[in-house]
C-alpha cells in the first residue's frame, strides 16, 4: 500500500520570504510524485511532478521541488513568496510497478502567505 | 479552449435520492476520473475509466456507479444518497498511458448537500 503524509496542516511565511510545504511517501518500487495547487472554489491545477531523472524538478509559477530518495521526501519550495500564492497544496503519489495506476493524494496543506 | 465541465456546481438533495452529477471534456483524453474532497482526507478516489466502455472502483466506490459509454463524458450516479455523501465533487481527466505519469487535469468541482 502507498501513503502520502503532509506533516502540517497550515504553514504561514510572510511574504518575500522562501517557503517549504512538506511531503513524505511511503510506496513500493519507483515513486511518481506529483504537487497541484488548489485555489479556493476551484478545481486542482498541476504544478509539478517527478517520474525519473534530476531530483531537483521545476514548475509552474516558480515553485520547485527536490525528490530525497533516502528521506522518503518532497518537499515543495519558492524562494520568494508572493500573497497570490495563498492556497491548498497537495503532494501525491504513485509508483512504476505493475496494476494499479492510481494516485495517492496527501491531505493538504493551506498555505498563508502574510503581506 | 479544451475544459473539462461538471454540473451542476452546487446540488441539494434528500436522502434516498438518486443524484447524477455530469463530467463533460473536451481534450479526447482516455482516462477519466471522480473524487471526492473532504476535510481532513484530501481527495479520495470513487471510480475511474480508461476507455469508452472500461469503469473501475476506486477506494470510495460503495454506493456510487458511473458509466462510459463516449470518450467525452463519464456521469456519477449516487444510487440513494445518503448524508455520508455530503462532499464536494471533482471530476478529472488525463491523457497519459500509464495514466500515473501525467498530469490531471480537474473540473471546477460539484457540491452536494444531501439532506
Known amino acids: 500500500a502507498q501513503s502520502v503524509a503532509q506533516p502540517e496542516d497550515q504553514v504561514n511565511v510572510a511574504e518575500g520570504n522562501p517557503l517549504t510545504v512538506k511531503c513524505t511517501y511511503s510506496?513500493?518500487?519507483?515513486?511518481?510524485l506529483f504537487w497541484y495547487v488548489q485555489y479556493p472554489n476551484r478545481g486542482l491545477q498541476f504544478l509539478l511532478k517527478y517520474i525519473t531523472g534530476d531530483n531537483l524538478v521545476k514548475g509552474s509559477y516558480g515553485f520547485e521541488a527536490e525528490f530525497n530518495k533516502s528521506q522518503t521526501s518532497f518537499h515543495l519550495k519558492k524562494p520568494s513568496a508572493l500573497v497570490s500564492d495563498s492556497a491548498l497544496y497537495f503532494c501525491?503519489?504513485?509508483?512504476?510497478?505493475?496494476?494499479?495506476?492510481?494516485?495517492?493524494f496527501g491531505k493538504g496543506t493551506k498555505l498563508s502567505v502574510i503581506p | 479552449d479544451a475544459e473539462i465541465t461538471q454540473s451542476p456546481r452546487h446540488k441539494i438533495t434528500e436522502t434516498g435520492r438518486q443524484v447524477t452529477l455530469a463530467c463533460h471534456q473536451t481534450?479526447?483524453?482516455?482516462?477519466m476520473f471522480w473524487y471526492r474532497q473532504d476535510l481532513g482526507h484530501g481527495l479520495r478516489l470513487i471510480h475511474y475509466s480508461y476507455g469508452v466502455h472500461d469503469t473501475n472502483k476506486g477506494e470510495v466506490s460503495d454506493g456510487y456507479s458511473v458509466s462510459r459509454s463516449n470518450t467525452e463524458d463519464l456521469p456519477l450516479t449516487l444510487e440513494s444518497a445518503a448524508s455520508s455523501q455530503t462532499s464536494v465533487y471533482f471530476c478529472a481527466s488525463s491523457e497519459r498511458y500509464p495514466p500515473n505519469t501525467g498530469e490531471l487535469f480537474f473540473g471546477e468541482g460539484s457540491r452536494l448537500t444531501v439532506l
Open positions: 501525491a503519489s504513485s509508483h512504476s510497478g505493475a496494476g494499479s495506476y492510481q494516485l495517492t
Open positions: 510506496v513500493s518500487g519507483n515513486p511518481y
Open positions: 481534450w479526447n483524453h482516455n482516462n
